[in-house]
């Protein structure tokens, strides 16, 4: 009986005392504001972190490439799902973020189980991150081979799993987020990428929230510390800067071809749409072609981190536009998303089991379109939200 599950008992609880913060339905988007109940909300509850869902040249791209192919492409790249636009878009790819070839899947998750599932077999192992991403977990999961968690960011840790364990496994790979997706924090990658030339390990960049964000015009995680060629896996996903959904590998040839003749939620599922590749092409254009995206969002998100402090939150160790606010209780958490939502702002609480218990946070994300005025809204709600609560 899943009523009685402990996960609907709270989920009714909190629609009892219209708390409840998922699922909310938004009837118009505008991108750094949407319509909900009738009402119209900034968002910092999104990881549209260059707005450009909603840029014309973006926008045209999508509608000519479904008048071109259709809606969908009804199989899988490895049949009859594989589009030319396909082939351009990883070539494209490719060249942007520097490594020799991209592969692109439906979903950045289908990117992490396929991509971890065929490298990490029954004589592998791979060592990640106790903070990465859920669909990270749920690869190792899948994959046939062992799993070792080291502590977040923490690089004693993974050095002495990888002095106990190296010898005993075929191939090792260390497997972390670029950008960590709650707390806003950068991976340490020199020292990672210094850990994995010592024991001879292969290095796997999860930079879903990296890509777009951070390095020369977005190219991400790797490119922000000069280590592009050290990196033997580059993972992203379309579904945040590149305003459409999809994901991304990258690494050397040889091993791409391998992944594409492996990976299985590669070939057993259908391929990403002519409207989302179209969607994605045309966002890297515009990136390269934007002289000032990433300026007005560092600015945005300095604007937030300088504002957020003065007002006394804790932010974590956030350099990103992912802007996490401690808040504590989970239930205080959903009091303050509910504040805030009545004062015009869609975001979103973070409660257990993504965070530990009695640490969660409400987690704020920012885009170059944000405008200052919203942003100072932004600002003046949640100190409100402050001396109501504290
Ligand atoms: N990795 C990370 C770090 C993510 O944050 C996400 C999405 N939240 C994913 C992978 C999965 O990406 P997608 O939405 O494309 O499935």
Not at 8 to 29: G, V
Not at 373 to 385: D, G, I, Q, R
Request: glycine content about 8%.
């Amino acid at each position: 009986n899943f009523g009685e599950s402990k996960v609907l008992k709270q989920a009714n609880m909190l629609r009892d005392n219209n708390l409840y913060p998922f699922f909310r339905a938004i009837e118009a988007s505008e991108a750094t504001t949407v319509t909900v109940g009738g009402v119209k909300q900034i968002m910092i509850g999104s990881n549209n972190y260059l707005g450009l869902t909603h840029h014309p040249e973006v926008q045209e791209a999508a509608i000519k490439a479904i008048e071109k192919y259709g809606t969908g492409c009804t199989g899988s790249r490895f049949l009859n799902g594989n589009l030319t636009i396909h082939e351009e878009l990883e070539e494209k790819l490719a060249r942007y973020l520097g490594h020799e070839q991209a592969i692109v899947f439906s979903t950045g998750m289908q990117t992490n189980l396929g991509v971890l599932g065929a490298i990490c077999g029954p004589k592998d192992c791979m060592i990640f991150d106790s903070e990465n991403h859920a669909s990270i977990i749920d690869a190792s999961r899948l994959a046939m081979g062992t799993t070792f968690k080291f502590k977040h960011n923490d690089m004693e840790s993974p050095e002495q799993v990888l002095q106990d364990n190296v010898k005993r496994f075929k191939n090792t790979t260390i497997v972390a987020d670029g950008i960590f997706s709650m707390t806003g924090d950068i991976l340490n990658l020199p020292r990672v990428i210094e850990l994995a030339e010592k024991y001879g390990a292969m290095v796997y960049v999860d930079d879903a929230h990296g890509i777009g964000v951070l390095g020369d015009r977005g190219r991400g995680t790797m490119d922000h510390f000069g280590l592009t060629k050290k990196v033997d896996f580059n993972m992203g996903t379309f579904s945040k800067s590149f305003a459409s959904i999809g994901g991304c590998i990258s690494g050397d040839r040889e091993t791409m071809d391998y992944v594409k003749h492996t990976a299985r939620s590669f070939m057993f599922s259908a391929s990403m749409p002519p409207s989302a590749v179209a969607t994605v092409s045309a966002c890297i254009d515009v990136i390269l072609k934007d002289e000032t995206i990433h300026q007005r969002l560092w600015e945005n998100v300095k604007f937030m981190q300088d504002g957020f402090k003065e007002i006394g939150f804790h932010t974590y160790n956030s350099e990103t536009p992912i802007i996490p606010i401690f808040i504590g209780h989970d239930l205080k958490a959903m009091q303050v998303t509910s504040f805030l939502q009545d004062k015009g702002i869609f975001c979103t609480p973070v409660i257990p089991p993504a965070v530990p218990g009695g640490e969660s946070l409400i987690r704020t994300s920012y885009m170059a379109t944000h405008t200052k005025p919203e942003l100072s809204l932004v600002l003046e709600a949640f100190a409100e939200a402050k001396k109501e609560f504290d």
